[in-house]
């Protein structure tokens, strides 16, 4: 099989990247010219320089994208803008919307066979701690970030093409873990290091996802997925303070104390101003503070297991493979 990835040099890219050569595929990674391209080191694949936000207007990304597909078979679309707080929206639109019409437009053009969307549990919107499965309709009529926005806006493009007959089908990560996490690492370096003492909303719920699990739920959703179909993946979830406790098992490092709630609205709404007004972003604001205590999705993953077979390690699997190699080099 020739595979394209967008995004080739992230998180989730490069681990799908990995797995397809593992498999013998040959890849075509999509990459920026300016990316950090350190997570490829060592991988044999085709690199082409394309901007997906640019891609979808004439110019040099837009043609190297086009280019990019002549002779695929399936396209993975993992690139995006993927952050909270005090976010440049305007890029992530470009980045999220626009780069997945343009990844949509170029793969019809090109006739590949079919199209791998990395969309996220998130475009349900807030479930209020109901568990869901890919069957529920969003009932939450505003959104909670310009992240929320924009991939609600990306998965309606994608939904539009399959109605079209274009052979897409999406699947929906929960919390995507791993080593080399560019979100929950830091956090967890912090805490092996004995420094982390608080922590906010020991309750959040996260859903949980090894990242190696999630690339190869996106190969499975190739070779099986029904086009037009959405498939949630996560392997289950577990509440902030869980998660600690599990990392304190296999470190005797002490969980960290839950922040007071009151005390960590007042501060996030301060250094919230604070960071608009200095464009710097803050490690808490109201944005943040929304989606640690006031939001809260749950959800089934049967229909992966069941349809595409799909075995994920479990929650508690996944963070003990995270924290035992890093907790020797500690």
């Known amino acids: 099989m020739k595979a394209l990835v967008t995004g080739a040099n992230g998180f989730t890219g490069s681990h799908l990247v990995k797995a397809l050569l593992k498999r013998g595929d040959s890849v075509v990674g999509i990459v920026r010219q300016s990316s950090d391209r350190a997570r490829l080191a060592g991988c044999s694949l085709d690199l082409v320089y394309s901007d997906i936000a640019d891609a979808s207007q004439p110019g040099a990304s837009r043609a190297a994208l086009h280019q990019a597909m002549a002779g695929v078979d399936v396209v993975f679309h993992t ?99 791993g080593s080399d996490d560019p979100h929950f690492k830091p956090v967890l370096d912090s ?88 464009a710097w972003q803050p490690p808490i604001d109201n944005e943040r503070v929304h989606y640690v205590y006031d939001r809260c999705v749950r959800v089934d993953a049967k229909k992966a297991r069941q349809e595409l077979g799909w075995t994920p390690r479990s929650p508690e699997e996944t963070l003990r493979s995270l924290v035992r190699p890093l907790a020797k080099r500690a």
């Open 79 to 177: 690139a995006a803008y993927v952050e909270l707080g005090l976010v440049n929206a305007a890029k992530m639109e470009r980045v999220n919307v626009e780069g997945t019409r343009a990844v949509l437009d170029a793969a019809q053009a090109a006739g590949v066979s079919k199209l791998v969307y990395c969309s996220t549990i998130g475009i349900f919107g807030d479930t209020q701690g109901r568990t869901i499965d890919e069957t529920f309709q969003r009932e939450q009529t505003s959104f909670s970030s310009a992240y929320d926005r924009t991939k609600y806006a990306a998965q309606q493009l994608v939904d539009r093409a399959a109605a079209t007959g274009f052979p897409v089908v999406s699947v929906l990560p929960s919390g995507i873990f």
């Open 191 to 278: 805490f092996l290091k004995g420094r982390l003492k608080l922590w906010a909303g020991g309750g959040r719920i996260t859903g949980i996802v090894h990242v190696d699990d999630l690339a190869e739920a996106m190969i499975l959703a190739a070779e099986r997925g029904r086009s037009g179909d959405y498939y949630i993946i996560s392997a289950g979830d577990l509440s902030t303070r869980e998660m600690f406790e599990i990392f304190s098992q296999e470190t005797q490092i002490p969980p960290p104390r839950d922040a007071p709630e009151p005390l960590v609205r007042v501060v996030a709404s301060v250094l919230d101003r604070v960071g608009r007004t200095f």
